[in-house]
């Protein structure tokens, strides 16, 4: 039986102003499973959301765990930096 699904909300300014959903990211079997659409001009502006996602999530673990955001931020930078090395390494990743 698959398990149940569970979404977020809207974030309160787009319940006012609206918005487009560039992302929706689920974990289903312990694998994440995503949908996106381009939504910018420059590729660069995905590592700029990338890098204010990354900030969220480490002040969501400073609040909710023992582990401060700047260390939790520390890690996921290492983290992404390990798995852009192993992108970098498999080149067929991104074919």
């Not at 700029?48 to 996921?76: C, D, K, M, S």
Request: zero cysteines.
């Amino acid at each position: 039986m698959p398990e149940e699904r569970r979404e977020l909300s809207l974030p309160p300014d787009v319940e006012v102003n609206g918005g487009t959903e560039i992302l929706r990211l689920f974990v289903t079997d312990g694998a994440l499973s995503l949908t996106m659409q381009r939504a910018f001009a420059a590729p660069e502006m995905w590592g700029q959301l990338l890098a204010e996602l990354a900030r969220q999530v480490a002040e969501v673990y400073g609040r909710e765990t023992p582990i401060a955001a700047e260390q939790a931020l520390a890690e996921i930078r290492l983290a992404l930096e390990v798995a852009f090395d192993r992108l970098e390494t498999d080149r067929g990743a991104l074919n």
